[in-house]
């Protein structure tokens, strides 16, 4: 059965799915960048159904100010309260629930890296962990070297740039930002979520879409222990049915560790 409720968070109205089962192992969902609780192409709420469908209780919330949530969106950064709500709302709703397991993709992953711990949740599993603050308009230097390398051995790439159809103005900006990437303060956002995930020891899992610009960038810089998943897709989403079914699968297979 699939339930709508609300809990509250810092004097503000916080909307929520759960998809009742009677596992006692339960999943919360936490939503990534201002997508609401029911996913990208719905994605987030079949899963739900599916999981709920095999005896795993599923939570899903929109954060303060996206969707049908109050409150002002101040960024996943400032998401550890309603996380923190969220999870005690779960075990309200699913008394029968003794263990809980997070799931997020992009900043939600990073959310529960940072926050995870905060709200009592005993493992997370995080999609595209977003480990880069942007500042401007083109993709994480990471994802550039990578597309920049593949693209240099493509002859079209070359024919192109004869036929005057390649942006040299574009190409400069994103060598520039290759090369500034290398002198950035070690006091970042990357080194926090790292960090954080570092702390998670054997409870955390992660799942990368190799062609993922997000995922790219973080499997640059991460050099922890966790067990990670890769899908060759450039799906940041995980969008389609065969991305859906591997997502599943990689879920199952990290609720099911120990």
Request: glycine residues 10%.
């Given at each position: 059965m699939r339930t709508l409720m609300a809990f509250a968070c810092e004097g503000e109205s916080l909307a929520a799915t759960l998809d009742e089962a009677d596992g006692s192992t339960g999943l919360l969902i936490v939503s990534g960048g201002n997508?609401?609780?029911?996913?990208?192409?719905?994605?987030?709420?079949?899963?739900?159904?599916q999981l709920a469908a095999a005896g795993t209780p599923v939570f899903r919330y929109d954060r303060r100010g996206v969707g049908d949530s109050t409150g002002d969106n101040n960024s996943f950064l400032s998401a550890e309260p309603d996380l923190v709500a969220a999870a005690a709302a779960f075990r309200r709703a699913a008394p029968r629930m003794s263990r809980l397991i997070g799931f997020g993709n992009c900043d939600a992953a990073s959310t529960l890296a940072l926050?995870?711990?905060s709200a009592g949740i005993d493992r997370i599993i995080v999609a595209n962990p977003w480990v880069?603050?942007?500042?401007?308009?083109?993709?994480?230097?990471?994802a550039i070297r990578a597309r920049y390398k593949s693209a240099l051995r493509d002859p079209a790439t070359w024919r192109r740039a004869l036929k005057g159809q390649v942006s040299f103005t574009?190409?400069?900006?994103?060598?520039?930002?290759?090369?500034?990437?290398?002198?950035?303060?070690r006091a970042s956002l990357a080194t926090n979520v790292l960090t954080a995930l570092d702390?998670?020891?054997?409870?955390?899992?992660i799942v990368l879409a190799n062609?993922?610009?997000?995922?790219?960038?973080?499997?640059?810089r991460y050099r922890g222990g966790a067990k990670v998943t890769r899908f060759d897709t450039a799906s940041h989403s995980f969008a389609g049915a065969e991305n859906a079914a591997a997502?599943?699968?990689?879920?199952?297979?990290?609720?099911?560790?120990?």
């Open positions: 997508e609401i609780r029911s996913g990208a192409h719905r994605g987030m709420a079949m899963l739900a159904h926050f995870g711990r880069v603050q942007p500042v401007d308009d083109i993709p994480p230097a990471a574009k190409l400069l900006r994103g060598l520039r930002k290759v090369v500034a990437a290398k002198t950035e303060e702390g998670w020891h054997d409870d955390a899992a062609g993922d610009a997000t995922a790219i960038a973080f499997a640059a997502l599943h699968a990689a879920i199952v297979d990290g609720m099911a560790q120990e």
